[in-house]
Nanobody, 119 residues
Framework: QVRLVESGGGLVQPGGSLRLSCAASGSILSINDMGWYRQAPGKERESVAAISSGGRTNYADSVKGRFTISRDNAKNTVYLQMNSLKPEDTAVYYC?????????????WGQGTQVTVSS
């Protein structure tokens, strides 16, 4: 059984910062790509950032220069540092990871954490 647990969401004023964390636990052999997605009310889920096991990163154009994704492989954890937050960043943020277990390679998702940017 594999679980991804996110933390760090909340309410922040425009221009503020938040740091999201997502820890994977369970019968994990290794983790390939990890990433963050978000879904705003009435909109489809979209990719925000991704990071490979070797540290290569990709970002959505809308967050480049403001968000930074990183990971700690020893802790099976991925982070999303969000700076200069805007109201349009308001969404539920989900982490995901491609995880090898003894039985398979599968994509797992966290339960989501709410980020609200408002004055």
């Amino acid at each position: 059984q594999v679980r991804l647990v996110e933390s760090g969401g909340g309410l922040v004023q425009p221009g503020g910062s938040l740091r999201l964390s997502c820890a994977a636990s369970g019968s994990i052999l290794s983790i390939n790509d990890m990433g963050w997605y978000r879904q705003a009310p009435g909109k489809e889920r979209e990719s925000v950032a991704a990071i490979s096991s070797g540290g290569r990163t990709n970002y959505a154009d809308s967050v480049k220069g403001r968000f930074t994704i990183s990971r700690d492989n020893a802790k099976n954890t991925v982070y999303l540092q969000m700076n200069s937050l805007k109201p349009e960043d308001t969404a539920v943020y989900y982490c995901n990871a491609d995880i090898h277990t003894y039985w398979s390679l599968s994509t797992y998702w966290g339960q989501g954490t709410q980020v609200t940017v408002s004055s």
